[in-house]
T-cell receptor
């Protein structure tokens, strides 16, 4: 089945140690998004790619970076994770920005 | 005022009843509206989307949209315990047409 796959499902890292989360999709969608969701809160958009065009949200910390080497893959890099970055990170895709977004299973990030 | 507002609940209904979930939004330019279901610790799952005023039905789910009142709702008929989850209302911002703004969700409990 076509889907959005996030790896790993759970990630534990140390305070300040860089971490990379990955997302792949077989939907061949043009748009890929990264969201951060903390407990009992709404998902918060960090950035998105429309094809190779990167769009950063104004309030996304500089600590967060992203790469999209090809249509299928997108990565979220957290350069120096702080305790406040512990959250569920969600990857989503859509065929166009106006179309419904489909989410992967998420990566739960813990910071020691 | 939040851009997308939902009652946090919990909304408790008996099995077999109709659950009614409501959402209001502030951006009059919004054209696309989505309902996601999120089980605890899981990622959001798309349930319904609606673009035009009126009702849209899909199985036990009905989405209702009233743009004049800036109001969107989700009805779940014949509620089942497996419907117990948090339901997120999401609205595509009118100015950007890429940014999905989520409400904080309504927690639904279906009592057996």
């Amino acid at each position: 089945d076509a889907m959005v796959i996030q790896n790993p499902r759970y990630q534990v890292t140390q305070f300040g140690k860089p971490v990379t989360l990955s997302c792949s999709q077989t939907l061949n969608h043009n748009v890929m998004y990264w969201y951060q969701q903390k407990s009992s809160q709404a998902p918060k958009l960090l950035f998105h790619y429309y094809d190779k065009d990167f769009n950063n949200e104004a309030d996304t910390p500089d600590n967060f970076q992203s790469r999209r080497p090809n249509t299928s893959f997108c990565f979220l890099d957290i350069r120096s994770p702080g305790l406040g970055d512990a959250a569920m990170y969600l990857c989503a895709t859509s065929s166009r920005t106006s179309q419904p977004q489909h989410f992967g299973d998420g990566t739960r990030l813990s910071i020691l | 005022q939040k851009e997308v507002e939902q009652n946090s609940g919990p909304l408790s209904v008996p099995e077999g009843a109709i659950a009614s979930l409501n959402c209001t939004y502030s951006d009059r330019g919004s054209q696309s509206f989505f309902w996601y279901r999120q089980y605890s610790g899981k990622s959001p799952e798309l349930i319904m989307f609606i673009y035009s005023n009126g009702d849209k039905e899909d199985g036990r789910f009905t989405a209702q949209l009233n743009k004049a009142s800036q109001y969107v709702s989700l009805l779940i008929r014949d509620s089942q315990p497996s419907d117990s989850a948090t339901y997120l209302c999401a609205v595509l911002k009118g100015d950007s047409s890429y940014k999905l703004i989520f409400g904080s969700g309504t927690r639904l409990l279906v009592r057996p």
